[in-house]
């Protein structure tokens, strides 16, 4: 089982040029454990990329820590999704997706994964020829292929087309649901964020601090019944004065 | 294709006519046609002078070209990825940007001899700050997002210079070699004219004593038409190769 414990004291920007020394994030702790799939959603610009940078390890300048264990595996593997798609131009989609694999690592799955995201007939193409969406599904593909212990996403599926997004969402929870695996997923959209996760935490203003852990208890058959997720997200909003559908 | 070479050769029949024409103004000692320049250049060939003259001069080109390439090449990236350091050596590399070829050219004779280390030795101090110049540019220019993706990835090392900064870096390396080529033939004419027994440089020389403007303009022929081919068969097919994933 892997367990991800964030505990992170603060983080600040420093001064540069006009712009002032900047607090960001201020005494946010969660953890998440076993095969959790966790939301984070908060105000535009309060910190969610910075917070994910942290702890994807691209920004260890901070105070706090962050621990990642994946029972006595002593390393880890984390996939990150960026909210642009970052593939290496002159490589193409397929050479993009293998370039994550560790050297001498081979993963039959990656035309599995091509097909399953429609990306098949662009396998050989390179990321200049493709639309953004295309872009944007080959980096998902790239991040479910190394098989990850830890998930990051931040705002995965902005521009895609609704069909498509629903049908990259469907296998993610499917990748999920066959493996143990933690998710932390960053949208602006409550509704997604409760079609799809276990535990909602929603984030304050810059400098971002936890306001509420929110449980979603419905169970995830239940949740394609857009009746009843109108209601869970009515009770929602009524309960939590902070929370808007829309962040 | 077919249209491109047709210009170009019509554009080099326009040049040779504009030189026949001013020759026939000239007396043929300053300004030889371009058939009596095309027979020293025949007679040359035939002697064997020319190719072990040419010979020696793309030796001493070649060689300092590559340790150049390599060390301006290293240094740059070096002086680009660390900031403190490229502030310290910024004002030694504008001296050594300022320092005239020819200055360069007689220390090098007057401290090492005039011996062939000397010689290559002088090139190379030439042709260095113009490398490091450009590479340390490039690299100060590398995308910080695909850094990150390969930080995240775990690229390593080696694989984050084979594929992330090495593609990124060569349309810098191309320049770098296309003006180094350029200038550092130049140098490596005005050092065997100054301190060697053999080359193009001391060929010149020798014609320029004795007046023979033919021979003068035969070398330099010969000399365009290899710096021609190595552009047309090296230089060209690399960039094209490397860029072909650009739409």
């Known amino acids: ?247 | 294709m077919h249209l491109k070479l047709l210009v170009s050769t019509a554009s080099m029949m326009l040049l040779i006519a504009i030189w026949q024409l001013c020759s026939w103004g000239f007396d043929s000692s300053l300004l030889p046609p371009p058939f009596l320049v095309t027979q020293a250049l025949i007679a040359e060939i035939e002697s064997g002078e020319l190719p072990y003259h040419l010979g020696v001069t793309l030796a001493r080109l070649g060689i300092s070209f590559f340790l150049a390439m390599i060390l301006g090449t290293a240094l740059g990236i070096f002086l680009g990825r660390h900031q403190k350091v490229d502030r310290f050596f910024d004002g030694w590399l504008v001296i050594f940007l300022n320092i005239p070829a020819l200055v360069t050219i007689i220390l090098c004779f007057v401290w090492f001899g005039l011996v062939e280390t000397a010689a290559i030795l002088a090139v190379v101090v030439n042709k260095l700050p113009n490398v490091v110049v450009t590479l340390r540019e490039g690299t100060r220019a590398l995308n910080r997002d695909l850094m990150e993706m390969g930080q995240a990835y775990r690229f390593g090392t080696i694989r984050t210079l084979r594929h992330i900064i090495w593609p990124q870096l060569f349309p810098f390396v191309m320049a770098a070699s296309r003006t180094g080529l350029a200038l550092i033939w130049k140098i490596v004419l005005v050092v065997e004219l100054l301190g060697r027994s053999n080359g193009m440089g001391y060929q010149l020389h020798l014609f320029f004593q004795l007046f023979d403007v033919s021979r003068i303009l035969a070398y330099t022929i010969a000399f365009i038409i290899i710096i021609q081919l190595i552009e047309a068969t090296i230089l060209k097919p690399l960039e094209v190769r490397s860029q072909r994933w650009r739409r």
């Open chain 1, 1 to 247: 089982m892997t367990h991800l414990d964030v505990d992170i004291r603060g983080k600040t920007y420093p001064k540069v040029g006009k712009s002032e020394r900047r607090h960001v994030i201020e005494n946010l702790k969660f953890s998440l454990t076993e095969n959790q799939f966790v939301c984070l959603v908060g105000p535009s610009g309060c910190g969610k990329t910075t917070l994910l940078n942290i702890v994807g390890g691209l920004d260890n300048d901070f105070e706090g820590h962050i621990k990642i264990n994946r029972d006595r595996k002593p390393d880890p593997t984390i996939a990150y999704v960026f909210q642009n798609p970052r593939l290496l131009p002159w490589r193409t989609a397929r050479e993009n997706i293998e370039l994550a694999l560790q050297p001498g690592e081979t993963n039959e799955q990656i035309d599995i994964l091509l097909k399953a995201m429609g990306l098949a007939d662009v396998a050989h193409a390179y990321p200049e020829r493709l639309s953004l969406g295309m872009s944007r599904r080959v980096a998902l593909a790239r991040a479910f292929a190394i098989q990850p212990d830890l998930l990051i996403m931040d705002e995965p599926f902005v521009s895609l087309d609704p069909s498509t997004a629903g049908r990259v969402r469907r296998l993610l929870l499917e990748i999920w649901e066959q493996r143990p695996l933690i998710v932390l997923f960053v949208t602006h959209d409550l509704r997604e964020a409760i079609a799809l996760s276990d535990r909602v935490l929603v984030l304050s203003e810059s400098p971002m601090t936890l306001v509420h852990d929110i449980p979603v208890n419905i169970p995830r058959a239940q949740r394609g019944d857009s009746d009843k997720m109108e209601i869970f997200l009515k009770n929602l909003v009524a309960e939590y004065s902070e929370i808007k559908t829309k962040f």
